[in-house]
């Protein structure tokens, strides 16, 4: 069936390393969302990618859209404490526009 | 005020017990969401309601029965639940668009427990 798979399941990082987490669906998407979820949180926005290659950033964090609309990349550079937590990608797979998919999330641990 | 509420926070509930779980935002949203997300696994979208109607169910059982009373409220009633059922559930809201996705805010969630 139709996924959105992210790749590493899980990272290490000491402080101060750069992290990049991988998206990619099986099917063209529309737009692209980011979202973080701390231990024990709820997922939180980060940001919305609508353009084929689009890029954008926020502080420390970096994501871009593939140019088919069918990858996505999150890079935080020099990694602190707060940055902890798993990030997903979301995007609707099917027609609904409101039925999002999320990609099976990538885990980060910041060591001190 | 971008805050979704949910109660309970916690749930423990038996097998032939019937619950509700409530969610609540007054952010004006017109699409709200229902999730249910499994430990280290992803959230998974159960309903949607888009101006108070259902307009998704991801062939959720029916022991799981969503209700929409009105535009800032949303419920999921719980019935004959299998330990398996046990999870974070999640609701969430948006603005509504009919062909464009928005941002969806979440609730801290109900960890719910099924003996």
């Known amino acids: 069936g139709q996924q959105v798979m992210q790749i590493p399941q899980y990272q290490h990082v000491q402080e101060g390393e750069d992290f990049t987490t991988y998206c990619n669906s099986s099917?063209?998407?529309?737009?692209i969302q980011w979202y973080k979820q701390r231990p024990g949180g709820h997922p939180v926005f980060l940001i919305q990618?609508?353009?084929?290659?689009e890029v954008k950033k926020q502080k420390r964090l970096t994501f871009q859209f593939g140019e088919a609309k069918k990858n996505s990349s999150l890079h935080i550079t020099a990694t602190q404490t707060t940055d902890v937590g798993t990030y997903f990608c979301a995007g609707p797979l099917s027609s609904s526009a409101r039925q999002l998919t999320f990609g099976s999330g990538t885990q980060l641990t910041v060591l001190p | 005020d971008t805050e979704v509420t949910q109660t309970p926070k916690h749930l423990v509930m038996g097998m032939t017990n019937k619950k509700s779980l409530k969610c609540e935002q007054h952010?004006?949203?017109?699409?709200m969401y229902w999730y249910k997300q499994k430990a280290k696994k992803p959230p998974e979208l159960m309903f949607v309601?888009?101006?108070?109607?259902?307009?998704i169910n991801e062939s959720v059982p029916s022991r799981f029965s969503p209700e929409c009373p009105n535009s800032s409220l949303l419920n999921l009633h719980l019935h004959a639940l299998q330990p398996e059922d046990s999870a974070l559930y999640l609701c969430?809201?948006?603005?509504?668009?009919?062909?464009?996705?928005?941002?969806?805010?979440f609730g801290p969630g109900t960890r719910l427990t099924v003996t």
């Open positions: 952010m004006g949203h017109r699409a």
């Open positions: 969430a809201s948006s603005q509504y668009g009919l062909a464009e996705t928005y941002e969806q805010y």
């Open positions: 099917t063209t998407l529309s737009n």
């Open positions: 309601y888009s101006y108070e109607k259902l307009s």
């Open positions: 990618l609508v353009k084929s290659g």
